[in-house]
């Protein structure tokens, strides 16, 4: 099946530093991505759509000059979160939707584990 | 997306078929169902979708009723690496996949 792919796996940063986070599709060209984050113990939480060729999305609550989304090519998006906070620390996860042959299936990374210290 | 209803936990015998149910009431007529499992730590994975037909594929068989308001994920024999929260979404043309609470399926030896 389509692959996503995201680096780091895990990543521990100074509060009031920035730290980038890369999510690939690897086999197929993604026309759209999205950006989770999960906390302990909670289901995941949509915090933005990345289209290609244009500005992300941002749901309700989630402060987009702080999550930098940036969808740079058809199979590369990142999220910088930007002077992060230990309340930042979380579980984040890309997913992908397919552009041909999956055009309606979605695919999600590993996830990303940040720690803000 | 439409709102779907699961029942928070389910225990499932090793080798026996794990039957997962899901309400979907709501559900529009372009909206997809779609099943993804997410095993602690790691990334959701996705299981199947189906819009009105069953489907069926290498992981699981999915039942969607006629009238779309329901649908079962059936993982036919279950082993101890089933053991799971399993999301079952409803999916509009955005392809914005809002999350509930799942299932944690629990396959015990």
């Known amino acids: 099946g389509a692959v996503v792919s995201q680096h780091p796996s895990w990543v521990i940063c100074k509060s009031g530093t920035s730290v980038k986070i890369e999510c690939r599709s690897l086999?197929?060209?993604?026309?759209?991505m999205f950006w989770y984050r999960q906390f302990p113990k909670q289901s995941l939480m949509l915090m933005a759509t990345?289209?290609?060729?244009?500005?992300?999305?941002?749901e309700q609550g989630v402060e987009k000059d702080k999550f930098l989304i940036n969808h740079a090519s058809l199979t590369l998006s990142t999220l910088t979160v930007t002077s992060a906070h230990p309340e930042d620390s979380s579980f984040y996860i890309c997913?992908?939707?397919?552009?041909?042959?999956?055009?309606?299936?979605?695919?999600f990374g590993e996830g990303s584990w940040l720690t803000v210290v | 997306d439409a709102k779907t209803t699961q029942p928070p936990s389910m225990d499932c015998a090793e080798g026996r078929a794990a039957n997962l149910p899901c309400n979907h009431s709501?559900?529009?007529?372009?909206?997809?169902v779609y099943w993804y499992r997410q095993i602690h730590s790691q990334g959701p994975q996705y299981i199947i979708h189906?819009?009105?037909n069953n489907e069926t594929n290498e992981m699981a068989s999915l039942i969607i009723t006629e009238d779309r308001k329901s649908s079962t994920l059936i993982l036919p024999h279950a082993t101890l690496r089933d053991t799971a929260v399993y999301y079952c979404?409803?999916?509009?043309?955005?392809?914005?996949?809002?999350f509930g609470k799942g299932t944690l399926l629990t396959v015990n030896p």
């Open positions: 997913s992908a939707r397919g552009r041909t042959g999956k055009q309606n299936t979605i695919y």
């Open positions: 086999d197929f060209q993604a026309t759209t």
């Open positions: 990345s289209n290609e060729g244009s500005k992300a999305t941002y």
């Open positions: 709501t559900i529009s007529g372009n909206e997809y």
């Open positions: 189906g819009l009105k």
């Open positions: 979404i409803g999916g509009g043309s955005n392809y914005k996949l809002t």
